[in-house]
């Protein structure tokens, strides 16, 4: 089950070995596992998503980068 969450300052994302990509402020929604934290959002028209390791996503909540409407859960 995805959550809801804000992006409120610099959160980047690599794209395999490629340059990081910086997501927009703005609302997002979160889907963890125990590895991974994928982010979905629409920006216009367009959907995007991205996937970061876990450790990477809870560094930018703790951070203040990310900001989680509620508790963090995890995928079954």
């Known amino acids: 089950m995805a959550q809801t969450a804000r992006i ?6 690599r794209g395999g070995d ?3 990509v910086e997501i ?3 609302p997002v ?5 125990a590895t991974d934290a994928t982010l979905s959002w629409i ?9 970061m ?5 809870q560094r930018y909540v703790r951070e ?3 900001r989680l409407d ?3 859960r995890a995928e079954p």
Do not use: T, W
């Open 64 to 66: 203040g980068s990310i």
């Open 29 to 33: 929604e979160v889907s963890l596992s």
């Open 53 to 57: 390791p876990v450790g990477d996503f």
């Open 70 to 72: 509620g508790p963090l």
């Open 24 to 26: 927009r402020e703005g």
């Open 8 to 13: 409120v300052g610099k959160v980047e994302y």
């Open 18 to 20: 490629g340059p990081a």
């Open 43 to 51: 920006e216009e028209d367009v959907h995007g998503s991205a996937a």
